[in-house]
């Protein structure tokens, strides 16, 4: 906000304000059905296991929660969020997989990164770190990846399982074809965003 009004300027033609500055994320509206009574008791949970947490596991989970914070204040944070799931696992693909698997009951890892979209974002990580290609990371799927550590944050305290990520694949409201997954948006959602995104087919009256 300081950068806007002090350091941004704005073009007099249209309005338009440039910042010389590094992007900022603008923050998301919380959607549900996530905002309710049951995640501060949930916090208190993960603040209490967390404090009493014995070493070396607690720096670990720490350090995961401090990637998580970075990735969400970042403009891209893919990198910081896929490393998050690493080190809150401590392991790579196939540890988290399995933890997931656990969670979830499924028979093994490989079902269990199918099920959870964890095989596409693995393929994700490995084109962006190898080739350079960002995955298309929507607010949406960002939800979804905090929802993930959620689940496995859990699983490293011991808490029983929310199972956050079977909630938001049948939530309305949230668009992760991205993952492979359906688009349940309500219609009108839809629309406004083929409009906005092919302006030259909608003229106006």
């Known amino acids: 906000m300081?950068?806007?009004?002090?350091?941004?300027e704005?073009?007099?033609a249209d309005g338009r304000i440039s910042v010389p500055s590094s992007p900022l994320k603008n923050p998301q509206p919380?959607?549900?059905?996530?905002?309710?009574?049951?995640?501060?008791?949930?916090?208190?949970?993960?603040?209490t296991r967390l404090k009493y947490c014995p070493d070396p596991k607690k720096p670990r989970l720490l350090l995961a929660l401090?990637?998580?914070?970075?990735?969400?204040?970042?403009?891209h944070g893919f990198f910081e969020y896929w490393t998050a799931l690493e080190v809150a696992c401590d392991g790579k693909r196939n540890r988290i997989q399995s933890r997931l698997a656990?969670?979830?009951?499924?028979?093994?890892?490989?079902e269990a990164g199918e099920v959870t979209r964890l095989?596409?974002?693995?393929?994700?990580?490995?084109?962006?770190v190898h080739r350079g290609e960002r995955p298309p990371l929507s607010p949406d799927v960002e939800r979804y990846l905090q929802l993930l550590f959620l689940d496995l944050l859990r699983d490293q305290l011991e808490l029983p399982p929310r199972r956050h990520?079977?909630?938001?694949?049948?939530?309305?409201?949230f668009d992760l074809t991205p993952l492979g997954l359906e688009d349940r948006r309500p219609d009108e959602?839809?629309?406004?965003?083929?409009?906005?995104?092919?302006?030259?087919s909608n003229p106006e009256p």
């Open 66 to 75: 401090q990637l998580m914070n970075t990735a969400m204040r970042k403009d």
């Open 165 to 173: 990520l079977a909630t938001i694949q049948q939530a309305s409201g």
């Open 119 to 128: 095989s596409v974002l693995a393929r994700w990580r490995d084109r962006y």
């Open 30 to 47: 919380a959607e549900g059905p996530f905002l309710a009574a049951q995640n501060g008791a949930d916090i208190a949970d993960l603040a």
């Open 2 to 8: 300081r950068d806007i009004a002090f350091e941004g």
């Open 189 to 200: 959602w839809k629309a406004r965003d083929l409009r906005r995104a092919n302006p030259e």
């Open 102 to 110: 656990a969670i979830y009951g499924l028979k093994n890892h490989v």
């Open 10 to 12: 704005a073009s007099a």
